[in-house]
């Protein structure tokens, strides 16, 4: 089985590979730490499976189930993520994701899951097992479903901290748009503050994290 591995920390890269490299049946044909590097390289090897964090630098693992999709690759995509994001979870799964494993598993756990994923099978860790990426209910309250792809998108850059200015740099659309973006998204959740997306992002079990204080400052004071 070929597997490509995807993470933009290289201490976490470098013993990935060097663990699934020993593995029997397994052969790493591929290492990247950016979705800038994955994605030529996604094209170009095919592999069987890409191991691929969910957050990066340069975006996220969406982008890569996206690029697969688009090329109708047979390349299967298990996520790896720190975070036990519900809603995040789901939402990959609808994208096309064939497994979550979370980074606190053992190795004999992630192992169970490439193999897996590979075999054609979905894998999710125990806790997450009663996950159903059919239904609404199991993505989060029903105003979270009218949310559109980029809404949800922007609406978890929001609550993290992102100013507007750099939401625009990262999507490459103009603040303007932005502005457009967030009043579409407090319209369809009832909200009018960012303290109010916060809050509400708290309910639905999605992770606060501040990029940085400086942007968590420069953003908590736009509001709509």
Known sequence: MRLMIVDDHEIVLDSLAAVLSDTPGIKVVGTASSIRVASPMLLDLVPDVVLADLALDDGNASELL?????GRLPTRILILTGLSDHLAVTEHLREGAAGIVFKAQ???????????????GRYLPPSLSDIDPASDASAGSATMATLSRRENEIFRMVVKGWALKDIASKLFISIKTVESHRTNINRKLGVRTIADLVRLAATQGIVIAPRSSSSSS?????TS
């Open 218 to 222: 420069s953003s908590s004071s736009e």
């Open 106 to 120: 053992s190795i004999p756990e992630l192992v169970s899951a490439v193999r897996i994923v590979a075999s054609g």
């Open 66 to 70: 996206r690029l697969a999709r688009r």
